[in-house]
């Protein structure tokens, strides 16, 4: 079986990796609250992580929007959204990734099988401050989140429930089990869906008083 040995939680706000290289305000203080991420990443010595992510309109749009999808292709290149960051080619996990996806597709979760796509900031900002040598390998979870109809917190709870099966499931590697963490990527200092936000809008309202808490609580585990 896989040893899921713990996972992370991190915003990706684009502007990120500018900031810090350009010392700008702020910039001390988004580096070392990555790095604390970045140390724990270290220590833990992940064989694979599992990529919690959204899609900003990028692979998916209003032609084809899954609610749940795993990118299976060998890998993936990205930002393509911010064609100004730096540009990484991201390894995938793909036999990993297509035994989750039919494990979900068994356990009752509807999940896409994408084989061909790019990374947009999402993953890449994250991973830039994370795993900068890009060497460990990801298995991208995509999560709609941006355009209604969208999965509620008990759907998405269950399919970590369910990727946590499929891992326990998997046969050991030759040099024992794989050592596996996720991240997640999001926003930690918007309110997204709450009682302010607009109706028409799916970015969310600044809520400042979230950012110390999950900075200081949520980052790693």
Do not use: K
Not at 80 to 97: F, I, M
Not at 153 to 172: F, V, Y
Not at 197 to 216: D, F
């Amino acid at each position: 079986m896989a040893q899921l040995i713990g996972g992370v939680g991190v915003p990706h706000t684009p502007h990120f990796p500018g900031i810090v290289d350009r010392g700008a305000p702020l910039a001390a203080e988004i580096g070392e609250l990555y790095g604390r991420a970045a140390n724990w990443l270290r220590q833990a010595r992940p064989d694979v992580l599992v990529f919690f992510t959204c899609d900003h309109y990028y692979n998916f749009f209003v032609e084809s929007i899954p609610i749940f999808a795993i990118g299976v292709a060998e890998s993936a290149r990205g930002p393509g959204d911010y064609r100004e960051l730096r540009q990484y080619e991201v390894r995938v996990h793909a036999p990993l990734a297509r035994r989750v996806q039919a494990h979900l597709v068994q356990a009752g979760f509807d999940v896409g099988m994408s084989q061909e796509f790019e990374l947009d900031h999402p993953v890449t900002v994250p991973l830039h401050f994370l795993t900068p040598g890009m060497g460990v390998p990801i298995v991208p979870v995509f999560i709609n989140g941006l355009i209604p109809p969208l999965a509620p917190a008990w759907r998405c709870h269950a399919l970590g429930t369910a990727i946590g099966a499929a891992l326990a499931g998997e046969p050991d590697e030759p040099g024992g089990p794989l050592r596996v963490a996720a991240i997640a990527s999001g926003s930690f200092s918007l309110e997204i869906g709450g009682p302010r936000i607009s109706a028409h809008s799916h970015t969310g309202v600044p809520e400042p008083g979230l950012v110390r808490p999950c900075a200081g609580s949520a980052w790693c585990r």
